[in-house]
């Protein structure tokens, strides 16, 4: 090899250490010993080490601290821990804790390299992935901004340029069709039985329309996740509502509907994100939008389920009504026929349909 890899082998008990030094060395690999972790902490503080080979058994700082202190202190060195036989459910806990592997004691030598290897190739792989996801943090970034630039640049943003927009949005995470333009047809005719007026209307419109614009600024291993995302990737979701508030309120003829973006997972009762705003604190564009939205999601196909019948839908909105819902827009969206919602939804598929053909 090239560079000589160089791992710490953390045992106190002397001979066990040399054993593990000599054989390792004459394996190609540059060894170095500590007798404590105390002592290990000190030479990790000041040299570069690519894995660390520690007993959990110790005086002073056993094994799992030492663990635990490595992960927090010096994420880039992997850790394989050596424990007894009696000490499988401690072994355990330290793979939990982020142990690259473990290795029984009484150990064969030949088993240390080979479990030092494959502790060094999945250590290697985890770096190239944090490496790869960094790069693409960096490119999502570079595309909020790139995204936020051309809508500014525009003196007016045109339905055409919006539509295209909006049609990669729905591509890219894979939405039911048209969901985006549906949600916002479901949302001006509710604007109309509440007697919005047209200008404040229009903006409802191309806010519910453009309301997961943000979501550009999501990664794709978060957004296309197909099973539950971590605590840390809803933190990284749930930003995606003032990335499209960044991204639409640059353009002067967007700056209502950047609004609507902003608020559109804010709910009634003050449990809803990203400002915990409460009752008519939310816009009112964004309380209408959530009955809208709340209808389609129901009642339209997903990969992973069929729609349901716009009975479900109705009384799941009845059910949340001045908890999630204002219950001023659930009247109103009651006072509504099945009928018509099912024709607007039908209108605009096939409009999105033609637009696709032409």
């Given at each position: 090899?090239?560079?000589?890899?160089?791992?710490?082998?953390?045992?106190?008990?002397?001979?066990?250490?040399?054993?593990?030094?000599?054989?390792?060395?004459?394996?190609?690999?540059?060894?170095?010993?500590?007798?404590?972790?105390?002592?290990?902490?000190?030479?990790?503080?000041?040299?570069?080490?690519?894995?660390?080979?520690?007993?959990?058994?110790?005086?002073?700082?056993?094994?799992?601290?030492?663990?635990?202190?490595?992960?927090?202190?010096?994420?880039?060195?992997?850790?394989?821990?050596?424990?007894?036989?009696?000490?499988?459910?401690?072994?355990?806990?330290?793979?939990?804790?982020?142990?690259?592997?473990?290795?029984?004691?009484?150990?064969?030598?030949?088993?240390?390299?080979?479990?030092?290897?494959?502790?060094?190739?999945?250590?290697?792989?985890?770096?190239?992935?944090?490496?790869?996801?960094?790069?693409?943090?960096?490119?999502?970034?570079?595309?909020?901004?790139?995204?936020?630039?051309?809508?500014?640049?525009?003196?007016?943003?045109?339905?055409?340029?919006?539509?295209?927009?909006?049609?990669?949005?729905?591509?890219?995470?894979?939405?039911?069709?048209?969901?985006?333009?549906?949600?916002?047809?479901?949302?001006?005719?509710?604007?109309?039985?509440?007697?919005?007026?047209?200008?404040?209307?229009?903006?409802?419109?191309?806010?519910?329309?453009?309301?997961?614009?943000?979501?550009?600024?999501?990664?794709?291993?978060?957004?296309?996740?197909?099973?539950?995302?971590?605590?840390?990737?809803?933190?990284?979701?749930?930003?995606?509502?003032?990335?499209?508030?960044?991204?639409?309120?640059?353009?002067?003829?967007?700056?209502?509907?950047?609004?609507?973006?902003?608020?559109?997972?804010?709910?009634?009762?003050?449990?809803?994100?990203?400002?915990?705003?409460?009752?008519?604190?939310?816009?009112?564009?964004?309380?209408i939008f959530a009955v809208a939205d709340s209808l389609d999601a129901i009642t339209s196909d997903r990969p992973y389920r069929q729609g349901r019948f716009y009975e479900e839908a109705r009384w799941e909105i009845i059910r949340n009504s001045g908890t999630q819902f204002d219950s001023r827009v659930v009247d109103s969206f009651l006072r509504v026929s099945p009928e018509v919602w099912d024709h607007?939804?039908?209108?605009?598929?096939?409009?999105?349909?033609?637009?696709?053909?032409?």
């Amino acid at each position: 090899m090239s560079e000589q890899i160089r791992v710490l082998v953390v045992e106190d008990e002397g001979p066990v250490r040399a054993l593990l030094h000599d054989y390792l060395q004459s394996r190609g690999f540059e060894i170095h010993g500590a007798a404590s972790g105390e002592e290990a902490l000190v030479l990790l503080s000041g040299e570069d080490f690519d894995l660390v080979l520690s007993d959990v058994r110790m005086p002073g700082i056993n094994g799992m601290d030492l663990l635990s202190e490595i992960r927090r202190r010096h994420s880039g060195v992997g850790v394989v821990m050596l424990t007894g036989c009696e000490d499988v459910s401690q072994a355990v806990n330290a793979m939990k804790t982020g142990a690259l592997d473990y290795i029984l004691k009484p150990f064969r030598l030949e088993n240390v390299e080979a479990s030092v290897r494959r502790a060094l190739e999945k250590h290697g792989e985890s770096r190239r992935q944090a490496c790869y996801l960094r790069d693409l943090e960096k490119t999502i970034e570079e595309r909020s901004v790139a995204l936020r630039d051309t809508l500014r640049s525009l003196k007016e943003a045109s339905e055409e340029t919006l539509e295209a927009l909006v049609a990669a949005l729905d591509a890219r995470e894979h939405q039911t069709l048209a969901h985006s333009k549906r949600v916002s047809e479901y949302t001006v005719h509710l604007a109309e039985i509440m007697d919005v007026s047209s200008g404040a209307m229009e903006a409802m419109r191309k806010g519910a329309m453009l309301h997961d614009v943000g979501k550009i600024g999501i990664s794709d291993t978060i957004l296309l996740k197909p099973g539950n995302l971590t605590v840390e990737e809803w933190v990284e979701m749930r930003r995606h509502p003032e990335i499209g508030h960044w991204i639409l309120n640059s353009v002067e003829s967007l700056k209502s509907a950047s609004e609507i973006a902003l608020a559109h997972h804010e709910r009634f009762d003050g449990q809803g994100y990203p400002r915990n705003l409460k009752g008519e604190e939310i816009p009112l564009g964004a309380r209408i939008f959530a009955v809208a939205d709340s209808l389609d999601a129901i009642t339209s196909d997903r990969p992973y389920r069929q729609g349901r019948f716009y009975e479900e839908a109705r009384w799941e909105i009845i059910r949340n009504s001045g908890t999630q819902f204002d219950s001023r827009v659930v009247d109103s969206f009651l006072r509504v026929s099945p009928e018509v919602w099912d024709h607007i939804r039908r209108a605009t598929l096939e409009a999105w349909s033609a637009e696709r053909a032409n």
